[in-house]
């Protein structure tokens, strides 16, 4: 056994995990808020993590401009799409509303490719030291300020949904659409508005992945990954979203360590969520946290 | 489908067998059949190109009214048609290679392998539907997909199997002009299959669990099996599809069966309408011409200095993918009921012309 590889493996995967946590919170978001699986959230990330780029780079903009610019940029996104392409969905058919989200993910991920290539890009360098010394082990400062991030955003969604005025509308509008309209909340502004933070803080995520990896299409991978961990955590609970997200990560990082130490497959870490994720559809369809649904006829 | 079309006036159906016909008169079943032999004739007209294209658009529409089938009539969510395709592909050559069974014997049963492995990721759909078996489907598609890379012994790997031509009685069939009556015989035969499939018993329960599975289940249909069911049905008909697809090209790589092709199966079957045989057909055809068509009119463009230039040229791989995924979203918002839809309306309108009341 070889203890420092496995324990550097599972703090990335804590790390990463998290980063998966954060995107899968997103997701849960919007499908909490508005009752739509958006297979899109990658291409959140991808756009988001382009967009920055082409703030720093192509219009030499200061990072943190740029990085506010991106915020607004995402925001104004997130609502457009939810005015333009969702709205005119509600109340049609599951498969309708994944088949939609479905094309916007290839348009989206086409549509990049195109205006930004193909290849691989790098941020310009914002910290200065590459990699800190903790507890004897090399890590990027990118990856802790990945790490801190994310704990932020927790954080901010926990506050927001807890005490402001439009997350408990949200909450309200999550927990019945007819009583949250009766009592004076805009349902139309609550689904904008959760499509707008979800596309903000996802935009986010993607920012951070690239500054560690770079930015290309393989962004939109963390789209589909997120699924294995919503499941995993229940569709409808964020605190599931994290804990999945942050199982997801370690189980992945943990296969790596088991393939390559063991087995020598080669991809396993790729592939073994999507195992974990059938057997629990077929165990526990409604994950750690999610609530059953009960019909009736 | 029986059921939609429009009748003369005082032609009323009196028995339950008149309802069900597939086709409502004698007038639609023989332009069927003359469309048939049209059909046919298309290689003594047309060039090699077009016979190209049909030859896609048929094995791909076997696969997608598979899909359909699952979809549109049974209403569970398949992400991972495109694996399924694939894996009809891969054992249809192994099929042949290993045992020797002939090419036009290995394709049935290239679909009955497919149909075992639809059934086992169908086994979720007893417990799980609608979103969830979503996901289901979509991990189905990345284990096949990894499976295709990892299985040597089965797909040769990384270097793709080697798929021989179908020889019908002593006839190797290596070119477009005699593959075309192939799949040509393949399309209406599967075609037929599935019509009358909707048709019988087992059709009506497809509907039936589609439409309110719970109702399904207290009218005694037992949900599981018909899952279950359509599930094999649907990958028997992505199997054959994908055989023909592997004996055509007489190569099947690894690399070919992604989520982006069970996106274009979707697309396919949403474009042409959920639940509609007729339907499936259009929306392959659609589905099949949209890159072609952006193509040429890329290259009319190309007259004008903006459009000949190399980012436009270059990015054509993306402007063909934007398209695919920008036609199902419009479809969607406009005309969610799809071509077959359409196709209902532009007939009642010169129907009743000019009169449209």
């Known amino acids: 056994m070889n203890f420092e590889l496995l324990f550097q493996l599972l703090l990335n995967g804590l790390i990463v995990g998290t980063l998966y946590g954060v995107v899968a919170m997103c997701f849960v978001l919007i499908y909490k808020s508005t009752q739509i699986v958006n297979f899109a959230q990658g291409e959140f990330l991808l756009i988001g993590a382009w967009v920055c780029y082409a703030f720093l780079v192509e219009m030499q903009m200061p990072f943190w401009l740029g990085f506010l610019f991106t915020l607004l940029f995402m925001m104004a996104f997130g609502v457009v799409l939810q005015m333009v392409v969702l709205r005119p969905m509600i109340g049609e058919p599951i498969i309708s509303v994944i088949m939609v989200t479905i094309g916007l993910s290839i348009f989206f991920q086409a549509a990049t490719k195109w205006i930004f290539g193909a290849t691989t890009a790098t941020y310009p360098q914002v910290f200065e030291t590459r990699s800190v010394?903790?507890?004897?082990?090399?890590?990027?400062?990118?990856?802790?300020?990945?790490?801190?991030?994310?704990?932020?955003?927790?954080?901010?969604?926990?506050?927001?949904?807890?005490?402001?005025?439009?997350?408990?509308?949200?909450?309200?509008?999550?927990?019945?659409?007819?009583?949250?309209?009766?009592?004076?909340?805009?349902?139309?502004?609550?689904?904008?508005?959760?499509?707008?933070?979800?596309?903000?803080?996802?935009?986010?995520?993607?920012?951070?992945?690239?500054?560690?990896?770079?930015?290309?299409?393989?962004?939109?991978?963390?789209?589909?990954?997120?699924?294995?961990?919503?499941?995993?955590?229940?569709?409808?609970?964020?605190?599931?979203?994290?804990?999945?997200?942050?199982?997801?990560?370690?189980?992945?990082?943990?296969?790596?360590f088991v393939d390559g130490q063991y087995l020598h497959w080669g991809n396993l870490f790729s592939i073994a969520p999507f195992y974990v994720l059938i057997i629990i559809l077929c165990i526990k369809p409604y994950g750690l946290f999610g609530t059953k649904d009960i019909e009736r006829i | 489908m029986a059921g939609f079309s429009i009748r003369p006036c005082g032609d009323f159906r009196t028995t339950y067998r008149q309802d069900t016909r597939i086709f409502d008169t004698t007038y639609i079943r023989n332009a069927a059949i003359l469309g048939i032999f049209a059909v046919a004739m298309i290689p003594f007209v047309l060039d090699g190109y077009y016979v190209n294209l049909f030859i896609q658009i048929s094995y791909f529409a076997i696969a997608a009214l598979g899909l359909n089938i699952l979809v549109g009539f049974t209403g569970q969510i398949s992400l991972g048609h495109a694996a399924f395709f694939g894996f009809g592909a891969f054992a249809s050559a192994w099929i042949n290679n290993t045992t020797g069974i002939p090419v036009l014997l290995s394709i049935p049963l290239a679909g009955l392998m497919t149909a075992a492995v639809g059934m086992l990721f169908g086994l979720p759909a007893a417990r799980i539907k609608g979103l969830y078996l979503a996901i289901a489907t979509l991990a189905a598609q990345f284990i096949l997909e990894d499976f295709f890379a990892r299985a040597e012994w089965f797909t040769g790997g990384s270097y793709g199997a080697a798929a021989n031509p179908i020889n019908v009685f002593g006839y190797e069939i290596y070119d477009d002009f005699s593959f075309f009556y192939v799949a040509l015989f393949f399309l209406v035969v599967m075609y037929l299959l599935g019509t009358n499939l909707m048709r019988t018993r087992d059709g009506r329960a497809f509907v039936a669990v589609r439409d309110h599975y719970l109702s399904a289940e207290i009218m005694g249909i037992n949900l599981t099996k018909y899952r279950l069911m359509s599930f094999a049905i649907s990958s028997f008909y992505a199997g054959v599809g994908g055989a023909m697809y592997g004996h055509y090209l007489g190569f099947v790589s690894a690399e070919g069966f992604t989520i982006l092709l069970s996106i274009q199966f979707l697309g396919m079957i949403i474009i042409g309408g959920l639940g509609s045989v007729k339907g499936t057909l259009m929306g392959t055809v659609f589905m099949v011409l949209l890159p072609e068509v952006m193509e040429s009119g890329v290259s009319a463009l190309s007259v004008f200095e903006w459009a000949s230039s190399t980012a436009v040229t270059d990015g054509l791989a993306y402007i063909k993918e934007m398209a695919i995924g920008l036609a199902i979203i419009l479809f969607l918002i406009f005309e969610p009921d799809g071509l077959a839809h359409r196709w209902q309306q532009i007939r009642a309108y010169w129907k009743l012309y000019p009169f449209s009341y």
């Open chain 1, 133 to 256: 010394n903790l507890l004897g082990m090399q890590i990027e400062t990118a990856y802790i300020m990945s790490f801190v991030i994310s704990l932020f955003i927790m954080a901010g969604f926990y506050w927001f949904f807890k005490y402001s005025k439009l997350g408990l509308a949200m909450r309200a509008t999550a927990f019945d659409q007819q009583v949250a309209q009766s009592l004076g909340i805009s349902v139309k502004t609550v689904f904008a508005m959760s499509w707008a933070i979800s596309a903000l803080v996802s935009g986010v995520a993607g920012i951070v992945i690239g500054m560690v990896n770079g930015v290309s299409s393989a962004l939109s991978v963390i789209g589909i990954k997120v699924f294995p961990a919503v499941i995993l955590g229940g569709l409808d609970s964020i605190v599931g979203a994290i804990v999945g997200g942050v199982i997801i990560g370690l189980l992945e990082n943990t296969a790596e």
